[in-house]
C-alpha cells in the first residue's frame, strides 16, 4: 500500500508517466545495457530487445501496478506478479538485480519528464517501484525455498534423450539427466528455461512448457523453429539452434521448472483452450487428468493454421479420447491442407469436431463454473476469454499462459 504522502503523488504524475512510459522503458534499458552489456548477452532475449517486445510488456506491467496502488489500495495484482515472479525464478534471477533495475528505471523517469520530476515525485514513484520489487523478490523467495534451491540457483546438466518430429517446422525433445537418475517433479501447465550458447558466444534463454505428465524419468519440451516474418520479427536464434543441433547426446543447461498456469486439481469442469505452440501445457495437463481424474469434465479447444502445423495432433486426440466426459474440438485456417503423415490418407481424429477458420468457443455449452487455461496468441485469448465471459465464467476463472514478453496488460 502507498504512504499517505505518496498516494496522491501518484494518481496526479500517473497519467504523465502512463503517456511517456514507452519513451522510459527504451531509456532505461538502453542506459542499463551501456552499463552492464553483458546482460543483453546472457540474460535479456535479444530478439525482445530488439523488436520493443519487452520494453512494451515492462511499461504494461508498471502502468497496470501503480494503477492498482491508486485506485484499489487494498488489493495487489498477484496474478500480474505471480506470472513476473515464476519467469524470473525460471532465470535466476536475484534480489540484488532489483537495485540495479530500479536505478536505471527510474533515472529513465527523471531524464524523460525534466522538471516535472521534484523530488516529492521522485520519491513517491520510487516506493511505487519499491513496493513492486520487494513484492517479486519476496515471491521469488518463495518460490526458491519451494523448490529446495538457494536464491537463483536453478540451473541443472541435462541431455537430449530423443528427437521427434511432430509438425512443419516442430521438434519435441525429451530431456534426460546425464547421470540417469530421474528427473525432477513439476505441476502440470509448468514450464522450464533452455540456455544455449550461440555461434558469437551470446548465451541466450528461452522457456518451453513441459508437454507430458509428471512422473516420468525424463522432461520432454516441443520447440517451434520461429521463422523470419519482417525486419521486425527475425527468425528465433534459440530455436533456429536447436532445431540445428538437437539430438540424442547433445548437453543442454536447463532450469528447474516453473510457472504459475498450473491445472488445479478439484473436480468441476475444464476448458482448455490452446492455439499453435500453445498446445504444449494443454497436452501435460490432459495427460496428467487421464492417469488421475479421467471422469473430469474437459472440453479442450485447439486451433492451427493446417494439420500438417499442428504439433501433437493425434497424442491430443489419444489423450481425449482417454478422458470420457472430454470433448475434442479444432479449428483450422486452412482445413484441406497438406497432412503431415508422409503417404497417410487424411485421418478422422476421434470424437473431434473439425471446423475451417478462426476459433469460435460461443456455439459451444460451457459451463458457468468451468475453469478455463488458455495458451497461444494474445489475440486468439484475448477473443476467447471474452465468449467465455459471455458465457457467464467469472473473470478470475479464467487463466492463461504468454510465450514472451506479457503484452496483454499493455494492450
Request: glycine share 8%; net charge negative; with cysteine.
Amino acid at each position: 500500500m502507498l504512504s499517505r504522502q505518496s498516494a496522491p503523488i501518484v494518481r496526479s504524475t500517473l497519467p504523465a508517466v502512463g503517456a511517456s512510459l514507452g519513451t522510459i522503458t527504451e531509456l532505461f534499458y538502453r542506459r542499463m545495457f551501456e552499463e552492464r552489456p553483458e546482460l543483453l548477452r546472457t540474460l535479456f532475449n535479444r530478439a525482445n530487445q530488439a523488436n520493443g517486445a519487452q520494453r512494451e510488456a515492462l511499461a504494461g506491467a508498471v502502468a497496470a501496478f501503480a494503477t492498482m496502488l491508486v485506485e484499489r489500495p487494498d488489493e495487489r495484482p498477484d496474478a500480474v506478479l505471480g506470472r513476473i515472479a515464476n519467469k524470473h525464478a525460471s532465470l535466476g534471477i536475484t534480489a540484488d538485480q532489483y537495485t540495479l533495475v530500479g536505478r536505471h528505471l527510474l533515472g529513465a523517469v527523471a531524464e524523460v519528464l525534466g522538471d516535472a520530476v521534484t523530488p516529492a515525485v521522485a520519491a513517491a514513484w520510487d516506493e511505487v517501484y519499491w513496493l513492486m520489487a520487494n513484492a517479486l523478490i519476496a515471491m521469488e523467495a518463495r518460490l526458491y525455498a519451494d523448490a529446495g534451491v538457494g536464491d537463483g540457483i536453478v540451473w541443472q546438466d541435462m541431455e537430449v534423450a530423443e528427437r521427434v518430429d511432430e509438425a512443419v517446422d516442430t521438434a519435441s525433445l525429451v530431456l534426460r539427466r546425464p547421470d540417469g537418475l530421474p528427473t525432477g517433479s513439476f505441476l502440470p501447465g509448468q514450464y522450464v528455461s533452455v540456455k544455449v550458447e550461440l555461434p558469437d558466444g551470446a548465451q541466450q534463454i528461452r522457456q518451453y512448457s513441459l508437454s507430458t505428465a509428471p512422473g516420468r524419468k525424463t522432461w520432454r519440451i516441443t520447440v517451434k523453429r520461429e521463422r523470419a516474418a519482417d525486419d521486425r520479427t527475425p527468425e528465433g536464434e534459440v530455436s533456429a539452434w536447436l532445431h540445428a543441433h538437437a539430438r540424442p547426446g547433445l548437453p543442454l543447461k536447463v532450469s528447474l521448472p516453473f510457472g504459475d498456469l498450473v491445472l488445479n486439481e478439484e473436480d468441476g469442469p475444464l476448458l482448455l483452450a490452446s492455439a499453435g505452440i500453445g498446445i504444449t501445457p494443454m497436452l501435460s495437463m490432459l495427460d496428467h487428468l487421464a492417469g488421475t481424474s479421467p471422469e473430469r469434465p474437459v472440453i479442450v479447444i485447439h486451433a492451427d493454421r493446417s494439420p500438417a502445423h499442428h504439433a501433437h495432433r493425434l497424442e491430443l486426440a489419444e489423450l481425449a479420447s482417454r478422458l470420457p466426459n472430454a470433448s475434442l474440438h479444432l479449428w483450422y485456417e486452412n482445413k484441406a491442407g497438406e497432412w503431415y503423415e508422409s503417404g497417410a490418407d487424411e485421418p478422422t481424429e476421434p470424437e473431434a469436431h473439425v471446423r475451417e477458420g478462426w476459433a469460435d468457443v460461443t456455439g459451444l455449452a460451457v459451463p458457468e463454473d468451468t475453469t478455463a487455461y488458455l495458451c497461444g496468441p494474445l489475440s486468439f485469448m484475448q477473443a476467447v476469454r471474452g465468449d467465455l465471459l459471455t458465457h457467464g465464467l467469472s473473470p478470475a476463472a479464467i487463466h492463461y499462459e504468454v510465450f514472451g514478453p506479457d503484452l496483454w496488460l499493455s494492450k
